[in-house]
């Protein structure tokens, strides 16, 4: 292995934004990254081929700067960052054969826009809980990026948000490269809820294009999304953010508006009629938004703040809703 390789950094998925944060970390002149993929087909494919076949299949990813491991716990091994990158849904299974003893000293960085499902939990605050790591050695990837442009090289900007500047600093640097720039920001809780928020918009988004509304509706439901997401952030963190950022705004507006956007393909699958099971089976990838819409609803009963746009997604997707009576019933609640 190359001498100059000094830094270990364990990526944990293996699905479209795992690949992607690869091939930024892969920019870094000085890291190694230690990959971990659930499917074994996969990790075969990539050690002999260098492309992950089943997301960003373009993607070179070369063999001196990645080391793909079939196994959790060889991918942590003698790495300063552990990057999560599994969908919130699916995320206790791998993480079993880990321990507090294993993650001791290590940084941990969620790429998870998605809450736990069942203990209604961000990312951050169930890793603390199950493995005792502490928030300021934590951060999370946040900002308007689709991995689908980063595998592009199209100009993107990230936000690495923490309670604990130096981590967020630090880890910008390693996100930052010809196409990628990344910025701290320490508003760890108000961008993880904030990126969660913005898939059950996305979904709002694709369910009422799916029905055949227009840009129009959508622009004011958008608007009124901000709203929504403001009132919740602060009802459970308040704290003065700037909510127009990119990390917030920008992020809002990429998932709502973007054709590569997961959340609102599925919502637009539900708009033209598909049930969740046949959206999902169609879908290769996975709507955060799903899940969230259940975990930020369920939250809700303790905070009870005006949600009509999660309350409308919530009952289409979880109490069987027709969409098109739904959205009848949302425009009354839209400014
Ligand atoms: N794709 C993006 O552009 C992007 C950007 C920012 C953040 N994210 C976030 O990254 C996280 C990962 O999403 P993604 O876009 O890479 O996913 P994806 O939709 O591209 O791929 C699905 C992933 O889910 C895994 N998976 C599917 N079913 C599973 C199961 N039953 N058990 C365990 N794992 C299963 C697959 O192995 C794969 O890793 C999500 O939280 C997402 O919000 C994605
Ligand atoms: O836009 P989506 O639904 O693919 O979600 C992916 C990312 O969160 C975009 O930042």
Known sequence: ???????????????????????????????????????????????????????????????????????????????????????????????????????????????????????????????????????????????????????????????????????????????????????PLTDLYGVEYAAVMKNIVALACGITHGIGYGDNFQAVMVANAMQEIRRFVTAVDPRERDLSSSAYLGDLLVTAYSQFSRNRLFGNMIGRGYSVKAAQLEMKMIAEGYYAAKSIFTMNEKYQVSMPITEAVYRILYEGAAPAFVMEQLKKHLK
Not at 133 to 140: F, S
Not at 151 to 173: M, R, V, W
């Open 1 to 183: 292995m190359n001498q100059t390789l000094t830094e270990k950094i364990a990526v944990i998925g293996g699905g479209s934004w795992a690949t992607a944060l690869v091939k930024i970390l892969c920019e870094q002149p000085h890291i190694q990254v230690r990959w971990w993929l659930r499917s074994a087909e996969d990790i075969a494919h990539i050690r002999t081929y260098h492309h992950n076949p089943s997301y960003l299949s373009d993607v070179y990813l070369s063999p001196k700067k990645v080391k793909v491991c079939d196994k959790i716990k060889e991918a942590i091994k003698g790495a300063q960052y552990v990057v999560l990158a599994i969908p919130a849904a699916f995320i206790e299974e791998p993480l079993r054969e880990l321990s507090p003893e294993l993650l001791k000293g290590k940084r941990i960085v969620s790429a998870i826009k998605g809450m736990v499902p069942h203990k209604n939990k961000l990312v951050t605050d169930w890793i603390e809980e199950t493995y005792g790591i502490p928030l300021d050695d934590m951060c999370v990837i946040a900002g308007p990026c689709h991995a689908e442009e980063v595998a592009l090289e199209k100009q993107s900007y990230l936000t690495i948000a923490s309670t604990n500047l130096a981590c967020s600093e630090d880890f910008s640097k390693l996100m930052t490269c010809r196409y990628v720039t990344a910025n």
